[in-house]
């Protein structure tokens, strides 16, 4: 019994030590990354689709291309269509039948406000909410859970491509909080840095576009 309690005691003083260490040295780059102070707290398309939050990250990138040059990489991405640039071998172990284009695909650029995807078998439908061609891409789950925005801001560097997610956990969701932080946040970090690197490298070389008929698969 004993032994049992002091373990019980050392495994909850390690969890606390590990969540002080990830909230004061990690969890900022983990849901900031690449992005400036000024950007990682101003406000963004759809901010007002999910107004009070439990987290929200902010990750960006910028990309040696015009909006113009951006634009269709992100209106055909999903399940299906052009994929998330991102793990595919691990998004799919969830079932999330994500095959990254490596070129513009003419059947997946009509994208409209109100289309709709699901994310796996039992994942959220994500249903688009703004459409600003060149500007801003919106998505917001079907359940008010998560709001997943885009936004392409031209500068004389280049164009910055901004990344949040608003997510608000279920309310029967408190005692899962701290291994949501410890595991999902870093891991959400590891497949967004990805995707967003994954735009600006196809972004940044010469256009291709695959026939109307033709979906690429990688």
Request: negative net charge.
């Amino acid at each position: 019994m004993k032994k049992t309690t002091a373990f019980a005691v050392g495994f909850a003083t390690y969890l606390a030590g590990l969540a002080v260490g990830y909230r004061t040295l990690v969890r900022n780059r983990c849901l900031n990354w690449g992005a400036t102070p000024e950007e990682a707290v101003g406000a963004m398309a759809g901010d007002e689709l999910q107004a009070r939050p439990d987290i929200v990250s902010t990750r960006a990138v910028t990309i040696h291309a015009e909006p113009a040059a951006i634009w269709p990489w992100l209106v055909q991405m999903g399940p299906g269509r052009g994929g998330a640039y991102t793990y595919d071998w691990i998004e799919n172990l969830l079932g999330l039948d994500m095959h990254s284009a490596q070129e513009i695909l003419p059947q997946f650029q009509n994208l409209r406000v109100d289309d709709e995807f699901t994310l796996g078998a039992g994942g959220p439908t994500m249903r688009v909410a703004v459409l600003d061609p060149e500007h801003a891409l919106v998505f917001g789950s079907t359940d008010g859970n998560w709001v997943w925005a885009f936004e392409l801001r031209a500068g004389a560097d280049g164009t910055r491509l901004l990344s949040r997610n608003r997510i608000t956990l279920p309310s029967t969701f408190p005692p899962f909080r701290l291994p949501y932080q410890l595991i999902m946040e870093p891991g959400s970090w590891v497949m967004e840095r990805k995707m967003l690197l994954g735009i600006k490298e196809r972004a940044e070389r010469p256009a291709v576009t695959a026939p109307v008929d033709t979906v690429v698969q990688v």
